[in-house]
């Protein structure tokens, strides 16, 4: 699945098309590399948001074409 789309999908990010903007400003890593939005997730990698001052960590679980807002929060894990 593209990342744009995991991002928006795990509700990590609200609209893929900030998700998309966000991966254009290379604000997005995975696995410590600057991603672009058509890279595509696997399960294990460790996605690293930049919001402003706030540096987000995610662990990918489970990578899904939908997701009910309940199951979302099981597609990730937040890293200290």
Do not use: F, W
């Not at 990578?63 to 894990?77: C, F, L, R, W």
């Amino acid at each position: 699945m593209r990342l744009d789309k995991y991002l928006k999908v795990s509700r990590i990010i609200k609209r893929r098309t900030i998700a998309n903007e966000v991966c254009d400003a290379k604000k997005v890593s995975v696995n410590g590399k600057i991603a672009r939005a058509s890279y595509d997730v696997k399960e294990g990698d460790v996605i690293e948001i930049q919001m402003g001052e706030h540096l987000l960590r995610a662990k990918v679980l489970l990578v899904s074409e939908h997701a009910t807002k309940t199951d979302a929060s099981a597609m990730y894990q937040i890293l200290p």
